[in-house]
Every structure is written in C-alpha cells, then in structure tokens.
C-alpha cells in the first residue's frame, strides 16, 4: 500500500482531496454493501417512444 503526504499540498488542496476521498468512500461502500447482499443495480426501464403535443393541444384548455 502507498502513503501520500498531504502535508506537501496547499490547504485548499488537502480539503479537495479529503473531499474527494470521502465521495469514493460513499461510492464504494454502497456497491460494496449491494454486492454483499445480493440486490442488483438499478436498470433501465422501457418507456413509451416520446410524441410532441400538437398546436391545437397545447392552446387546448
């Protein structure tokens, strides 16, 4: 395992990073805990093709 030496980055850029590391941790913990309990990702569902409302529909009240 590698060590980083935050102490060479300005302190804007140990927040960003300690920031960022945080966002992989919520990311991963997630799909970690998806896999452990057997639930599968979301998919994509089928949806009607889009059709555009006509003039008369529109102005229709």
Known sequence: MQT???DKLPDFA???L???YQFLLQK???Q???TQTGSAPLAP???KSFEPL???AVYER
């Open 4 to 6: 980083i030496d935050l």
């Open 14 to 16: 140990q927040n960003e």
């Open 18 to 20: 300690q920031d960022f």
């Open 28 to 30: 991963y913990a997630t």
């Open 32 to 34: 970690a805990t998806q």
């Open 45 to 47: 569902r089928l949806v």
């Open 54 to 56: 006509s003039r008369e």
